[in-house]
């Protein structure tokens, strides 16, 4: 049984994935939050959709959050 801690992702949220984009990229802002995750790639400003599940697999880390200041 996986004892993994529930991740809290909101829109604005900066999430590194696993794997880069195909241009190059590790960074995406999130944009919507759902049963679908909203991703913008942080470079080419592409947008795509990922089923939650499938986001939280890719999921490295939580680089920045909304509501933080830099």
């Known amino acids: ?3 993994q801690q ?3 992702i909101q829109p604005g949220d900066i999430v590194r994935l696993r794997k880069p984009h195909p241009c190059g990229s590790y960074e995406w ?3 919507r939050v759902g049963t679908d995750i909203g ?3 942080q470079t080419c400003r592409r947008r795509v959709m990922l089923p939650r599940s499938e986001f939280l697999k ?4 939580v680089v920045k ?5 830099e």
Not at 58 to 61: G, I
Not at 65 to 69: A, L
């Open 39 to 41: 991703l913008q790639c």
């Open 65 to 69: 959050r909304s509501g933080e200041s």
């Open 1 to 3: 049984m996986s004892t």
């Open 6 to 8: 529930p991740v809290s």
């Open 58 to 61: 890719r999921l490295k880390q």
């Open 29 to 31: 802002v999130v944009t």
